[in-house]
């Protein structure tokens, strides 16, 4: 009995390590991501009928678990050959993930399944842009294209979270970012690798709506941040290119 409590114990303090390193501010450190659970969620066809945008989510924790799953999912390493879960142009693997949570920014390396850290400090609301009318963190900036209106759900979908207060979107747990470098490419002036930076972020964005659909998770592909910003706290070159954005939590 004593063995068998020790043995859980430890594995619980091994589950836990990741999550305190995920939540320690101004001591970032590399989160070593779980395996993947590859058999979790809806068929394909019944993720496709629930997928909708949701504009509000729940202050519920995102668990380590679904992260791990989620990034996978996105964009990571499917085949001993290192290829991908979404294809991209020339197999040029374009697409980088940063997360943005309360404690900072890490870099998604698929390679290692972890998240690196990049930047400190809760910059959430620096990079995010609002609609007008709708509440705005410090240095949010409003948008210019917010009047376009969000998705409807398909028939028979479950309502999937409502406006927040004027319309903007309720503050989520974690922000992705989607950002390509196009010095990836091998060939092509940058008018081409710009679309095929487009066409291949989008591929990657669809990953991600599928597998929120598919798990009970919520989010909703945005281009509006600030992409100045963005660029400058995560000092990317000038090859890189933030392209869209995920909120990403649990539905309200």
């Not at 998705?151 to 747990?173: C, E, M, N, T, Y």
Request: hydrophobic residues 40%.
């Amino acid at each position: 009995m004593k063995k068998t409590y020790l043995a859980a114990f430890l594995v619980a303090a091994l589950v836990l390590v990741p999550l305190l390193g995920w939540g320690q501010a101004g001591d970032l450190k590399t989160v070593k991501l779980n395996e993947p659970n590859k058999t979790r969620g809806l068929p394909i066809m019944e993720a496709l009928s629930v997928r909708a945008s949701v504009r509000e989510w729940s202050d519920r924790k995102v668990e380590l678990q679904d992260v791990s799953d989620l990034l996978w999912a996105a964009n990571g390493i499917n085949r001993p050959d290192g290829k991908r879960t979404a294809a991209s142009a020339m197999n040029a693997q374009d697409v980088d993930i940063y997360v943005f949570v309360k404690v900072g920014a890490y870099l998604y390396d698929a390679k290692a399944h972890a998240l690196v850290p990049v930047l400190a400090g809760d910059h959430l609301s620096e990079i995010m842009m609002r609609r007008p009318g709708g509440p705005a963190g410090p240095g949010a900036k409003p948008d210019a294209k917010a009047d376009i209106k969000p998705q409807a759900p398909p028939p028979g979908a479950k309502p999937a979270g409502q406006p927040g207060p004027g319309g903007a979107p309720s503050d989520p747990p974690i922000q992705i970012i989607l950002v390509s470098d196009i010095s990836r490419f091998r060939m092509g002036e940058t008018a081409l690798k710009l679309e095929w930076a487009a066409i291949d972020t989008g591929i990657v964005s669809q990953n991600i709506s599928l597998f929120c659909a598919a798990t009970g998770m919520a989010t909703r592909p945005r281009a509006s941040m600030d992409k100045a910003k963005i660029k400058e706290l995560l000092k990317l070159s000038d090859t890189q290119y933030p392209l869209l954005n995920h909120p990403v939590g649990y539905p309200k």
